[in-house]
């Protein structure tokens, strides 16, 4: 069976606060999902904030069931970006939706990424985190590679699918956390 978060999740990691995303986020989740540069990355979002809380409204029920979680990280209580663990399954969960402000402090997109998978893997030990990178997003592609994921396919819209355990994720985020983390 898998754990659950409770509906007050708050954790402090890495010098970043982190808790799960409310209604309240809707703007600033537009405002770093429209840009031109993530549009070109992830999947589009409409650049309406009431169809940003709707879509969180509808979140919440899937986070009650423990399907979903959706984070939202921030630093000395400037908000930072978000990312997502989804298709949360016993024996795997997806990790995405990751989107930083273009003046989130340096790291910090990569300490949150590093947060949300030891998140994902504490819920079930053992389990695969699944995610897919646009052929075009080279930086991303560039650091998720490097975790030595296993390559499970390529889809119409480019967009490169991959597997990861927890095995090769615990070697390699040590790496990442001793040079972000001081």
Same mark, same amino acid.
Do not use: C
């Given at each position: 069976?898998?754990?659950?978060?409770?509906? &007050?999740?708050?954790?402090?990691?890495?010098?970043?606060?982190?808790?799960?995303?409310?209604?309240?986020?809707?703007?600033?989740?537009?405002?770093? %999902?429209?840009?031109? =540069?993530?549009?070109?990355?992830?999947?589009?979002?409409?650049?309406?904030?009431?169809?940003?809380?709707?879509?969180? %409204?509808? *979140?919440? &029920? %899937?986070?009650?069931?423990?399907?979903?979680? *959706?984070?939202?990280?921030?630093?000395?209580?400037?908000?930072?970006?978000?990312?997502?663990?989804?298709?949360?399954?016993?024996?795997?969960?997806?990790?995405?939706?990751?989107?930083?402000?273009?003046?989130?402090?340096?790291?910090?997109?990569?300490?949150?990424?590093?947060?949300? %998978?030891?998140?994902?893997?504490?819920?079930?030990?053992?389990?695969? &985190?699944?995610?897919?990178?646009?052929?075009?997003?080279?930086?991303?592609?560039?650091?998720?590679?490097?975790?030595?994921?296993?390559?499970?396919?390529?889809?119409?819209?480019?967009?490169?699918? *991959?597997?990861?355990?927890?095995?090769?994720?615990?070697? =390699?985020?040590?790496?990442?956390?001793?040079?972000? *983390?001081?």
């Amino acid at each position: 069976m898998l754990k659950l978060l409770p509906e &007050n999740f708050t954790l402090h990691k890495y010098g970043l606060d982190v808790r799960l995303v409310d209604e309240s986020d809707a703007e600033f989740i537009v405002s770093i %999902r429209t840009t031109d =540069k993530a549009n070109s990355v992830i999947h589009r979002t409409d650049n309406d904030v009431d169809k940003q809380v709707d879509w969180i %409204r509808e *979140y919440k &029920n %899937r986070e009650k069931e423990g399907r979903e979680y *959706y984070f939202l990280f921030s630093k000395n209580g400037v908000k930072q970006g978000v990312t997502r663990i989804y298709h949360i399954h016993e024996t795997d969960f997806t990790t995405g939706s990751w989107v930083f402000s273009q003046s989130a402090e340096n790291g910090a997109g990569i300490l949150a990424d590093i947060i949300s %998978r030891e998140i994902g893997f504490s819920l079930n030990p053992g389990s695969i &985190n699944l995610f897919d990178v646009r052929s075009n997003n080279t930086n991303v592609q560039r650091y998720r590679l490097s975790y030595n994921p296993t390559y499970l396919r390529t889809d119409d819209e480019n967009n490169m699918f *991959y597997s990861l355990s927890q095995e090769n994720f615990e070697k =390699k985020k040590q790496v990442y956390i001793r040079m972000l *983390y001081k």
